[in-house]
């Protein structure tokens, strides 16, 4: 008797159960279905040692490729996702650096399918501090009137710091330029400090520097010496 209800019409019944199954899968809410998105990230380089500096490095950016329920998937973008390398136990004797997909964190339900690159080429150098002198940069003229007798800058001296590799002894710290040509007294000015290189930093909590320029107004013993000068082989030859 089973048998005979089972077998009873069997074409209808597969044919009945064939467009159910169309019907499911053109009726299927979109969450239940997957989809696969490529995205680009910066890789953030974290807990760098305080003692070392990076002056090579390759490009920074890992090429993402997920797979997640449609609806989750369109919705996501770069900023839904981060990558972070940890620098604690770099060296500089290392230069390549491996990725795995452990240092990408991704939104619940997202799968990782594929990331590039799988390593980073990184260069490191011992940081180096070393004090230098700050040298004013003074352009244009003062008027023909005047003179400088003197220029103090405070502080007289900075620490910079950077690669072993970048910091050179003679090197110094300039101002931005202080024009005198406008200048008609003594003044002191407050300016921009500026690196010979700019792989440096300042270490310093105010990175200006003051200048004080002393100008005086010149007497006139030295037009009137260069007169009687000018005058004295008119003289001799009277």
Do not use: C
Request: aromatic fraction near 4%; charge should be neutral.
């Amino acid at each position: 008797m089973l048998k005979d209800v089972v077998t009873r019409n069997w074409e209808l019944k597969l044919l009945a159960l064939f467009l159910a199954i169309i019907l499911w899968i053109i009726l299927i809410p979109e969450e239940k279905t997957f989809a696969e998105k490529n995205l680009s990230l910066d890789l953030e380089l974290v807990n760098l040692p305080q003692d070392m500096e990076i002056v090579e490095k390759s490009e920074t950016i890992i090429d993402l490729k997920i797979r997640g329920r449609k609806r989750l998937i369109n919705e996501l973008t770069s900023d839904d996702f981060s990558a972070k390398l940890d620098m604690s136990k770099a060296s500089v004797y290392q230069e390549e650096y491996p990725l795995n997909a452990s240092m990408i964190k991704t939104p619940p339900g997202v799968e990782i399918i594929s990331f590039s690159p799988v390593y980073i080429h990184l260069k490191l150098e011992k940081t180096k501090k070393v004090e230098m002198e700050i040298v004013p940069t003074l352009i244009g003229r003062l008027a023909e009137n005047l003179r400088l007798v003197k220029v103090e800058v405070t502080p007289a001296r900075v620490t910079v710091s950077g690669p072993e590799s970048k910091v050179r002894p003679r090197d110094k710290v300039i101002t931005s330029p202080i024009d005198v040509s406008v200048l008609t007294d003594s003044t002191v000015l407050e300016v921009d400090l500026i690196l010979p290189r700019p792989e440096l930093k300042l270490l310093a909590l105010y990175p200006r520097a003051r200048v004080n320029l002393i100008i005086e107004k010149k007497n006139g013993s030295s037009s009137s010496q260069e007169v009687k000068k000018s005058k004295q082989p008119t003289d001799n030859r009277n």
